[in-house]
């Protein structure tokens, strides 16, 4: 078992640029959640998909799409990357318990220029 | 709205000691809290979860209580070592939320010196 692996691990990215951060889980979970993490703040949701075929914005949605290409892969997409978009990606996906335990990712640190 | 602080940012302290580390939330409404440890360039490792109505997890050297009336938690480290360095968040899963979503403290950097 991987677990919830992401790519990639590194990019830089000029403004303006495009890009997709792919994630992937092989732990059958229904949920799957993308994060950002920036220096001195918590975790911030951007979107989630509570199951396959459905997504929904969290927090911070603003600059970012987002595809449940089915129950394994979530991805998540910039458009138009800005340098208020540098900060670690993480994605995470979440057990159908009631524990709500969630398992992530090692992230993705993304730069943009 | 649900804020969660964890204070203070970053703690120093010796091989061998026992530590506590602070969770405080804003509402008392939770449904779970966790805490989570974050090694440098690595995804997070859940440690323990607390159901709102529990008022301590254990495992191994670590104990995390809850107070949810006062809304703070504590996670206890027991016999620190050098390998405990690490960033700790905690999160809480507010009641009215019913997607799971996770409200997140920006985290304590701990180290510890051998």
């Known amino acids: 078992n991987a677990g919830v692996t992401q790519t990639p691990k590194f990019q830089v990215l000029k403004t303006g640029q495009s890009m997709t951060l792919q994630c992937a889980q092989d732990?059958?979970?229904?949920?799957m959640y993308w994060y950002r993490q920036d220096p001195g703040m918590g975790l911030r949701l951007i979107y989630y998909?509570?199951?396959?075929?459905?997504?929904d914005k969290g927090e911070v949605p603003n600059g970012y799409n987002v595809s449940r290409l089915n129950k394994r892969e979530f991805s998540l997409r910039l458009e138009s990357a800005a340098p208020s978009q540098t900060s670690v990606y993480f994605c995470?996906?979440?057990?159908?318990?009631?524990?709500?335990?969630?398992?992530f990712g090692p992230g993705t640190r993304l730069t943009v220029l | 709205k649900q804020e969660v602080t964890q204070i203070p940012a970053a703690l120093s302290v010796p091989e061998g000691e026992n530590l506590v580390l602070n969770c405080s939330f804003t509402?008392?409404?939770?449904?779970?809290l966790q805490w989570f440890r974050q090694d440098p360039g690595k995804g997070l490792t859940s440690l323990l979860l607390?159901?709102?109505s529990q008022r301590e997890q254990t495992s191994g050297r670590l104990n995390a209580s809850l107070d949810k009336s006062s809304g703070r938690s504590t996670l206890y480290i027991a016999a620190s070592q050098p390998g405990d360095s690490a960033t700790y968040l905690c999160a809480v899963r507010p009641q009215r939320d019913s997607n799971y979503q996770l409200i997140w403290g920006a985290g304590t950097k701990l180290i510890i010196k051998p």
């Open positions: 732990m059958n979970h229904n949920s």
């Open positions: 509402d008392s409404a939770i449904y779970n």
């Open positions: 998909s509570a199951s396959e075929g459905t997504t």
């Open positions: 607390i159901q709102s």
């Open positions: 995470a996906s979440r057990t159908g318990s009631s524990y709500n335990e969630q398992f």
